[in-house]
């Protein structure tokens, strides 16, 4: 073996070292040969095994073992299962999020109310119904969400009065609201209370007595945080910006809060907050319902729309 004379040479050279004493075995020269014959060369039969010798010799190719049909519906039913229960829970967190993007565009929407106000002297933009708008009405947002061609046009919203404050069109949209006109989306999800921003309702059959909002500070009396002022409209009464509440009760949700937040709409208030009213009474589901004047639901809106002059709620 060429490693082994190798060795033997190496051996050799240490022990004719000329000081008689090897450097390697620290042997007497005529000794040291084969010591290291003993230390450098192993004989083939003694040389311990390696790991890889104790692997067999591969019989040939492993085999691939397929599912077998019972193995993979059981499979296919485990994921369904987990499935079915992550559903629920993706679903709800994706209503939680569109809940707090409608309840900050509300927020935005407010805060651009307020600085309007502050920037005109204390007065509210321009809020009428499409009864007393014409061509050279101004109105805090036009379009009417009834009309297909008006529906889906964001141009519309951009010439209304909160515009130059808001400078978004995607503020006025509930990302909740679904409505849409063949495959593309409408542009307002949100109404005015109509006691707030002209006096159309102090003219109004049978709604004498009850105090209207043009400025700022007549909110004073009712307090600022007990007034709301832009709320979520469901998207099958929703029409100009205008909110209808007949404080008579002649027409009990003539405008219908949505319902796309659990059963819930979302309102803003005079004084810069925002919150989310349950619908908590049975018979308020739908628009087509038949509204009762003791409904709860619509007492509560009721109570958060004006008060009387005398600075009562009845």
């Known amino acids: 073996m060429q490693l082994s004379w190798v060795i033997i040479r190496r051996s050799n050279w240490l022990c004719n070292q000329k000081d008689g004493v090897c450097i390697q075995t620290h042997t007497l020269r005529k000794n040291c040969l084969q010591v290291c014959k003993n230390k450098y060369l192993v004989p083939e039969n003694s040389r311990k095994p390696r790991s890889t010798d104790s692997i067999p010799p591969a019989a040939g190719p492993l085999s691939l073992r397929a599912f077998t049909l019972i193995e993979l519906l059981v499979v296919i039913a485990i994921v369904a299962i987990l499935v079915a229960m992550l559903f629920p829970v993706l679903s709800a967190a994706k209503a939680r999020s569109q809940e707090a993007a409608c309840l900050n565009n509300l927020k935005q929407l407010i805060t651009s109310v307020l600085v309007y106000a502050d920037d005109n002297g204390s007065k509210y933009t321009d809020n009428l119904p499409l009864v007393s708008l014409t061509t050279q009405s101004n109105n805090w947002a036009l379009g009417n969400m009834a009309l297909p061609t008006q529906s889906t046009n964001a141009a519309l919203l951009e010439r209304g009065e909160l ?5 978004q069109p995607a503020l006025y949209h509930c990302p909740a609201d ?4 063949y495959g593309t989306p409408h542009v307002r999800s949100y109404s005015m209370n ?7 309702m102090t003219v109004t059959n049978g709604e004498f007595g009850y105090r209207t909002y043009v ?23 929703i029409d100009d910006a205008w909110w209808l509440v007949t404080m008579n009760n002649s027409q009990p949700f003539a405008s219908f809060p949505a319902t796309r937040h659990s059963q819930g709409y979302n309102l803003s208030f005079a004084d810069g907050h925002v919150e989310r009213y349950a619908l908590r009474d049975p018979n308020t589901a739908t628009p087509v319902s038949q509204v009762k004047a003791q409904n709860s639901d619509w007492l509560k809106l009721k109570l958060v729309t004006t008060i009387t002059s005398g600075g009562f709620f009845q």
């Open 215 to 237: 400025m700022e500070n007549e909110t004073t009396i009712m307090g600022p945080a007990n007034l709301w002022v832009i709320a979520d409209e469901n998207e099958l009464t």
């Open 178 to 181: 679904l409505s849409q006109w």
């Open 194 to 200: 109509g006691w707030i921003g002209s006096r159309y």
């Open 163 to 167: 515009f130059p404050y808001t400078t």
